[in-house]
């Protein structure tokens, strides 16, 4: 019974942490694998997309919820479609922290 209580406890603090760290959410909903901090791979670099939504936190969570349009690299927009699904699903706060976390890869 105790051993149960500390991971239910673990549990709770772990999840609490995920919600907020931007970055942690990143690596754990698979962007990294196709977007790296500065270099191109599939997708455009962290850096690229920071800088096409410096000042624009609020356009960038739109375009996370699917209602905003891509203005990257528009051209490759049908391989980040499906990936909004994946957003899409996230709580308010937590696209909040994502869209923070891209945008601090300056
Ligand atoms: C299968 C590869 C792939 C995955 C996985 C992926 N992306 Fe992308 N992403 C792309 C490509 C390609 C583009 C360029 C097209 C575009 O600009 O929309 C892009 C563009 C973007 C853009 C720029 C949008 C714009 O205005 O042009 C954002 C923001 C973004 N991705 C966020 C994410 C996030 C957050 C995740 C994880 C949930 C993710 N991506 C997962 C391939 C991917």
């Known amino acids: 019974m105790k051993k149960l209580l500390v991971a239910a406890a673990v549990m709770t603090v772990s999840t609490a942490s995920f919600a907020t760290d931007g970055k942690a959410l990143f690596q754990q909903k698979g962007c990294t694998a196709c977007h790296q901090a500065a270099a191109e791979t599939v997708g455009p670099s962290l850096k690229k997309i920071a800088a096409a939504y410096a000042g624009k936190e609020a356009d960038l969570i739109k ?34 922290a994502l869209a923070q976390y891209m945008l601090s890869n300056k």
């Open 63 to 96: 375009f996370l919820k699917g209602e905003g349009k891509a203005i990257v690299d528009p051209s490759k927009e049908a391989i980040m479609k499906p990936q909004i699904n994946t957003t899409k699903a996230m709580k308010d706060d937590e696209l909040k």
